[in-house]
């Protein structure tokens, strides 16, 4: 696609359920970063992919969150047994390659509401 | 620890004033400052970045100043317009690969 597509663009769960957000990096972006944005707030680091592997996931506030990449390019973010305290923004971003200067695209995010 | 503040938090300008937001940062293994600008309900977008082997950086109205030695960055938007009127985030990135490590944010409001 022409940018990074996320789904969903909104979410309302229940405390306590699991949700499962979804990136589409840019088409032969071999880098994909999730961010979490809290309303008002600047933006978290969560998790960085090279290709399949995730070299980098010092960002994950908890062992409730996971994340895969399959195919070197879908990410998909879990968050299990869902707090009220992760409703926010879910940001992906991909990048053509991981050295630093190399310009990370973000999508719209997926706005999550724990209930 | 932040490793990137950003002041200030909000900024009022009037329509073709200049607007200066100021970031400063901790590591020295930073080598890429770029800047993002987000409207509401969208995902951030870069507006300029710079490296530290030049001072100044300008884009049309947009202008990044580089001091090195005192480990500081700003954004200076000339003859602001009401569409400026944004959150703008200045990041970092080298430390640990291209992932960025981003400022808390300036909330611009440019009045008519």
């Known amino acids: 696609g022409a940018g990074v597509s996320q789904s969903p663009s909104n979410k309302v769960t229940e405390k306590g359920k699991d949700v499962e957000l979804r990136c589409d990096p840019i088409s032969g972006h071999t880098a994909l970063y999730w961010y979490r944005q809290s309303l008002g707030q600047g933006l978290e680091f969560l998790i960085y992919f090279q290709g399949n592997s995730a070299p980098d996931k010092s960002g994950l506030p908890s062992d409730r969150f996971s994340a895969e990449r399959t195919g070197g390019s879908v990410s998909t973010l879990t968050i299990q047994r869902t707090q009220q305290e992760d409703s926010a923004v879910y940001l992906c971003a991909s990048s053509l390659a991981s050295w630093a200067g190399n310009t990370i695209y973000f999508g719209e995010g997926s706005w999550l509401t724990v209930v | 620890q932040q490793q990137v503040k950003q002041s200030p938090q909000s900024l009022i300008v009037q329509k073709g004033g200049i607007s200066i937001i100021n970031c400063a940062y901790e590591?020295?293994?930073?080598?890429?400052f770029p800047w993002y600008q987000q409207f509401p309900g969208k995902g951030p977008a870069l507006l300029i970045a710079?490296?530290?082997?030049?001072s100044e950086k300008k884009e049309g109205r947009f202008t990044i100043s580089f001091n090195k030695s005192a480990k500081q960055f700003s954004l200076h938007i000339m003859d602001s317009q009401p569409g400026d009127s944004a959150t703008y985030f200045c990041?970092?990135?080298?430390?640990?690969?291209?992932?960025?490590?981003f400022g808390e944010g300036t909330q611009l409001t440019v009045n008519p």
């Open positions: 710079i490296r530290p082997d030049v």
């Open positions: 590591n020295t293994a930073f080598d890429y």
């Open positions: 990041a970092a990135s080298g430390a640990s690969g291209s992932r960025l490590t």
